[in-house]
C-alpha cells in the first residue's frame, strides 16, 4: 500500500512522493489492519482483499479526477457517477499506464489466490490471532497521529494543499466525516449593495448607463462554445488561421480579451447555470445537482416578463447533467435535445456541430416570423475533451510535432467548431435572422487544464503563446457582442467572467435589474475594476481581479499570483480583502440561491 501512495503522490502533488508518505498515509493503513485483525474473526483474508481493492480504487480516483480537473475526488464525486459511461473516452484518455501499478498487487494476488496451495498457507497464516497489546498499542498511536494530521491541517483553502498536508487518506476521511452545513447569512441580509461594496464597484445611476436599451426588442442568440479558450483568437500556425470565422467577429464587432470561466464540478451545466442566472457554482457538486430543486431567477424569466420566447438547443438527451431540471428551474419554455436532433452524424455523445446549426437556424428562422422576439441559447458540443474527431471532421493540417498530442488534437477540434459555426452565421444572414438579433458567443470552460497535460503539450502550447502556459491562460475564454455596430467595436481589456453576461445583456435590452440580485456587472459601464471569485478548477479562495489571478495556498499569505498579461492600467494592488470578499461573494451566492423558493 505504500507503494499505491508513492504512485498517488507522484500523480497528484507538484512535489511529489516523499518521505512524509510514512506519517500521513501509514497511520490510516495501519487504522484499517487494527480493525480488521481485533472484529474480523471470520472471512479474514476476503475482507483483506476488499479493502486492499477500495482503497486502490480510491487512488486510482483521485489520481484520474485530478488530471481532469485539478483538484482532489471526495465522495460527493460518487453523486456523477452515472455521467462517467458518458464521457468515458475523456476518462480513458488521462489513463496513464504508469498509473495502472497501482493494481499490480490485485492481480498477483488474485492470480495467487487460485493456487490452492498459496491460497491455503495464506488463510492459515491470517487466521493466527494477533496480538492484542500490540494491536492496540499500533491502533493508539496511528490514531494519534492520524488525528493529529488532520487536525493541524483542516484550515487550508486549497483541497489540494491540504490532501497533501493531511495524507490522502486522511482528507477522504475528514470530507466525510465533516458534513456539517455552513450556516447561510439570511436573505435579507443579502442586498445588491453589499455585493456591489464587496466586489469594490461603484455605483452608476440608471440615467447615466451607456447603451441601455440600445438593442431592446432585438432578438437574443447565446451560443455556448464547448472548450473554447482565448489563445486560438488570432491564432496562426504555418500561416493557417486556426478559428477564422470567431476571428472576423472578434474584428468586427465587440470582444472582450481578459474574459474568465466561472465553472465548477458541471463543467457545461455549470456555464449555462452562471451566464443566466449571474450566480456562482456551489460549493460542493454541480448547479444542475444542488440548486435545480429551487426557482432561479434568470434571464429567461426576466425576458419573458418582456413577452420573449425562449428556448435552449443541445443535441446530446436532456437527462445528462439533469438539464431538464435546470431548464426548468431556469423557466425556459422549451428545450430541444436528442429527440429533436437526432443521432445523425454522431460525434461523441450527440449530433455533431454541423447538425446542431442546421436544425437551429431553422427553427429560429420559425421563431422569428411570430410576433414576439425570441431567446435562443445554443450548446455546441463537437469539440469535446478528448478532442479526437472523425477523420474527415479533422481538416486542418498541422506541422508533424502536432501529431499525436493533446494540443494537436485540441486545435483540429477547434478548427472544426469554428467552421460550423461560420456555417451558422451564415445561415442566419441567409435566413434574414441575423440582423433581427444580437449574437452573444463565448466559451464555457477551460479545454487544457495544466493537470491533463504532459511535457510534449506544455512546449508546444509554451511555443504558441511565447511564455510558460499558466492558470492566466488556462480560465481565459473568449467573450463576443455581435450586434450590427451598436456596441464598440474590436478588443475591450476590461476584467470580465461568465458572471458578468447576464447584466451586460440586460443593460443592452432595456431590462432592469433593479429587483434582482446579480453578482456580475456591466461590462460596457463598470470597466474599472472587476472581482471574480473561482471555485473548483483552481482552490478555494483563489479569485480573478483586474491585476491577476490569485491561486489560494493554506491561506492568502503562502498564495501564488499570476499576474495577467496586455490590461489595461489600473491603480489596484491585491490584498487579503481581495481574498475575504472574494470568499465572502461566494457565501453569498450560495446563501441566497439556497434559500429561494422550491418549485412546485
Not at 344 to 365: I, M, N, P
Not at 479 to 499: D, H, L, M, W
Not at 542 to 560: A, K, T
Amino acid at each position: 500500500m505504500l507503494f499505491k501512495s508513492y504512485v498517488a503522490w507522484f500523480g497528484v502533488f507538484d512535489d511529489g512522493p516523499s518521505w512524509a508518505i510514512m506519517l500521513k498515509e501509514l497511520p490510516f493503513i495501519l487504522l484499517i489492519f487494527c480493525l480488521i485483525e481485533w472484529f474480523a474473526t471470520k472471512r479474514k483474508l476476503m475482507i483483506y482483499t476488499i479493502f486492499n481493492l477500495l482503497l486502490t480504487a480510491i487512488f486510482f480516483a483521485v489520481i484520474i479526477y485530478y488530471k481532469y480537473y485539478g483538484v482532489i475526488v471526495t465522495y460527493k464525486a460518487l453523486e456523477q457517477v452515472n455521467q462517467v459511461t458518458a464521457v468515458s473516452n475523456s476518462v480513458f484518455s488521462l489513463i496513464d499506464p504508469q498509473y495502472l501499478l497501482i493494481f499490480t498487487d490485485v492481480l498477483v494476488f488474485g492470480y495467487l489466490l487460485f493456487r490452492n496451495k498459496s491460497a491455503r498457507n495464506w488463510k492459515q497464516a491470517i487466521r493466527r490471532p494477533a496480538n492484542k497489546k500490540i494491536i492496540a498499542c499500533l491502533f493508539s498511536i496511528s490514531l494519534l497521529i492520524t488525528s493529529l494530521n488532520i487536525y493541524t491541517n483542516r484550515g487550508s483553502f486549497n483541497e489540494v494543499v491540504k490532501a497533501e498536508q493531511m495524507g490522502i487518506f486522511n482528507y477522504e476521511a475528514y470530507t466525510l466525516l465533516n458534513q456539517k452545513k455552513a450556516e447561510l447569512i439570511p436573505s435579507e441580509e443579502i442586498t445588491q449593495e453589499r455585493i456591489n461594496e464587496l466586489k469594490g464597484l461603484s455605483e452608476n445611476k440608471a440615467d447615466i448607463l451607456q447603451l441601455n436599451g440600445a438593442l431592446e426588442g432585438k432578438n437574443l442568440i447565446i451560443i455556448q462554445m464547448e472548450s473554447l479558450q482565448n489563445f486560438l483568437v488570432h491564432l496562426k500556425i504555418d500561416g493557417q488561421e486556426i478559428i477564422p470565422n470567431l476571428n472576423k467577429l472578434v474584428q468586427d464587432h465587440t470582444y472582450f480579451s481578459h474574459f474568465y470561466h466561472q465553472v465548477g464540478q458541471g463543467n457545461t451545466s455549470d456555464a449555462e447555470f452562471v451566464v443566466n442566472t449571474s450566480y456562482y457554482v456551489p460549493p460542493e457538486g454541480a448547479a444542475v445537482q444542488t440548486y435545480v430543486d429551487k426557482v432561479l431567477p434568470s434571464l429567461p424569466r426576466l425576458l419573458k416578463d418582456k413577452g420573449y420566447n425562449t428556448a435552449t438547443f443541445h443535441t446530446n438527451v436532456v437527462e445528462f447533467w439533469n438539464r431538464g431540471e435546470l431548464y426548468s428551474s431556469l423557466g425556459f419554455d422549451h428545450y430541444y435535445d436528442k429527440s429533436f436532433f437526432g443521432e445523425e452524424d454522431t460525434v461523441f455523445f450527440g449530433a455533431s456541430d454541423h447538425v446542431l446549426y442546421q436544425k437551429t437556424a431553422e427553427k429560429l428562422e420559425e421563431m422569428d416570423q411570430e410576433a414576439n422576439p425570441f431567446y435562443a441559447q445554443v450548446i455546441s458540443m463537437s469539440a469535446h475533451h478528448p478532442f479526437t474527431l472523425p477523420e474527415e471532421k479533422m481538416t486542418l493540417s498541422l506541422p508533424e510535432r502536432y501529431d499525436d498530442t493533446f494540443v494537436g488534437n485540441y486545435i483540429r477540434a477547434q478548427h472544426y467548431a469554428d467552421a460550423e459555426l461560420g456555417t451558422f452565421i451564415a445561415d442566419l444572414k441567409n435566413r434574414g435572422v441575423w440582423d433581427n438579433s444580437v449574437v452573444v458567443l463565448y466559451g464555457d470552460h477551460v479545454g487544457l487544464p495544466t493537470t491533463s497535460l504532459d511535457d510534449e503539450d506544455l512546449s508546444l502550447l509554451n511555443e504558441i503563446l511565447g511564455h510558460p502556459y499558466d492558470y492566466s491562460d488556462m480560465i481565459n475564454i473568449p467573450f463576443v457582442i455581435a450586434s450590427s455596430g451598436v456596441t464598440p467595436e474590436g478588443e475591450q481589456k476590461q476584467i470580465g467572467g461568465q458572471v458578468d453576461i447576464l447584466p451586460t445583456v440586460a443593460n443592452l435590452l432595456g431590462i432592469s435589474l433593479e429587483d434582482h440580485i446579480h453578482f456580475g456587472q456591466d461590462l460596457l459601464n463598470q470597466k474599472d475594476y472587476n472581482l471574480l471569485p473561482e471555485r473548483y478548477y483552481l482552490p478555494t479562495g483563489s479569485f480573478v481581479n483586474s491585476n491577476e489571478v490569485f491561486i489560494s495556498g493554506s491561506g492568502f499569505e503562502d498564495g501564488e499570483h499570476h499576474l495577467l498579461k496586455n490590461i489595461q492600467e489600473t491603480d489596484h494592488i491585491t490584498t487579503e480583502n481581495d481574498f475575504y470578499h472574494a470568499l465572502s461573494l461566494l457565501d453569498l451566492s450560495h446563501s441566497y440561491v439556497s434559500q429561494l423558493p422550491l418549485k412546485q
